[in-house]
Antibody, heavy 120, light 110 residues
Framework: QVQLQESGPGLVKPSGTLSLTCAVSGGSISSSNWWSWIRQPPGKGLEWIGEIFHSESTNFTNYNPSLKSRVTISVDKSKNQLSLKLSSVTVADTAVYYC??????????WGQGTLVTVSS | QSALTQPPSASGSPGQSVTISCTGTSSDVGGYNSVSWYQQHPGKAPKLMIYEVSKRPSGVPNRFSGSKSGNTASLTVSGLQAEDEADYFCSSYAGSSNYVFGTGTKVTVL
């Protein structure tokens, strides 16, 4: 059973960089799956942030066009985890951030989510 | 791109059926057979209920079914049970390695 666990600072200052990690257990980050980050502002809907596919030779990434200039997703194979960095954050980036495994153009395993608040 | 449009709320009595719509465009819902549906209870992570328009992951009751016509997808929950009360979100592949989610529907079991 694949399990995902997000972690990182719960508070980030405006104009700063949000950094989160997602530890994957019960499966390999190098499996034939894409791994995504998805966020949900309090009381609102879901927004796909981006995804990464890790192979032995390289990584492939895709990002939401609306966030592309500020987002970086990477993989640490040795720790079996993926990471998210979102730069130049504003209060609009306050949300619960989820990592999820992609399959059949859907998301079948999700982490519990972590709330990140952008505030001074 | 814009979020897919869902009704804010839907309701039904135990044992009845409820259907939720998810309207997009020919660039997302209408263009790909990749609509998925997620159930989210308060304070919990979303759970995949339907993928590829009408397929159910292992463990999802067959009371949940999905369909699509043109730019609109639908999720039907038959034989409503108290535990079905939750928020439901649709999602669609939107081309160019991009995904879009729906606005969400709160289902109430009366």
């Amino acid at each position: 059973q694949v399990q995902l666990q997000e972690s990182g600072p719960g508070l980030v200052k405006p104009s700063g960089t949000l950094s989160l990690t997602c530890a994957v257990s019960g499966g390999s980050i190098s499996s034939s799956n894409w791994w995504s980050w998805i966020r949900q502002p309090p009381g609102k809907g879901l927004e796909w942030i981006g995804e990464i596919f890790h192979s032995e030779s390289t990584n492939f990434t895709n990002y939401n066009p609306s966030l592309k200039s500020r987002v970086t997703i990477s993989v640490d194979k040795s720790k079996n985890q993926l990471s998210l960095k979102l730069s130049s954050v504003t209060v609009a980036d306050t949300a619960v951030y989820y990592c999820a495994r992609g399959t059949h153009l859907a998301f079948d395993y999700w982490g519990q989510g972590t709330l990140v608040t952008v505030s001074s | 791109q814009s979020a897919l449009t869902q009704p804010p709320s839907a309701s039904g009595s135990p044992g009845q059926s409820v259907t939720i719509s998810c309207t997009g465009t020919s660039s997302d819902v209408g263009g790909y057979n990749s609509v998925s549906w997620y159930q989210q209870h308060p304070g919990k992570a979303p759970k995949l209920m339907i993928y590829e328009v009408s397929k159910r992951p292992s463990g999802v009751p067959n009371r949940f079914s999905g369909s699509k016509s043109g730019n609109t997808a639908s999720l039907t929950v038959s034989g409503l049970q108290a535990e079905d009360e939750a928020d439901y979100f649709c999602s669609s592949y939107a081309g160019s390695s991009n995904y879009v989610f729906g606005t969400g529907t709160k289902v109430t079991v009366l």
